[in-house]
Nanobody
Framework: QVQLVESGGGLVQAGGSLRLSCAASGRTLSSYTMGWFRQAPGKEREFVAAIGWSGSSLDSADSVKGRFSISRDNAKNTVYLQMNSLKPEDTAVYYC??????????????????WGQGTQVTVSS
């Protein structure tokens, strides 16, 4: 079992930055693909970014390319999402997830076995 806990969310003005962290316990994250997803009220959970177990494979949604970056520190069992140039449309609950499936499926919710409880990000205009 892997327990994931997100932190770092909050209220920020448009154009600002936040860094989300996802700390794991129970097992080392070094063998998992890690993803960040978000869900706004009334909308489906959507893919934000993913990183492979070694950190060499990266993917991100077009809506956040050039603004968000995902990274991981396997020694600290933690994954990060650096969010810059935030927009009001980035407002959502952000979730981290861990999975062991093929890289081709990293953008799909079903690919992931473990999920955190989420952290709220609110961007004011």
């Amino acid at each position: 079992q892997v327990q994931l806990v997100e932190s770092g969310g909050g209220l920020v003005q448009a154009g600002g930055s936040l860094r989300l962290s996802c700390a794991a316990s129970g097992r080392t994250l070094s063998s998992y693909t890690m993803g960040w997803f978000r869900q706004a009220p009334g909308k489906e959970r959507e893919f934000v970014a993913a990183i492979g177990w070694s950190g060499s494979s990266l993917d991100s949604a077009d809506s956040v390319k050039g603004r968000f970056s995902i990274s991981r520190d396997n020694a600290k069992n933690t994954v990060y999402l650096q969010m810059n140039s935030l927009k009001p449309e980035d407002t959502a609950v952000y979730y981290c997830a861990a999975g062991t499936g093929l890289w081709i499926g990293v953008r799909t919710v079903r690919q992931y076995d473990y999920w955190g409880q989420g952290t709220q990000v609110t961007v004011s205009s």
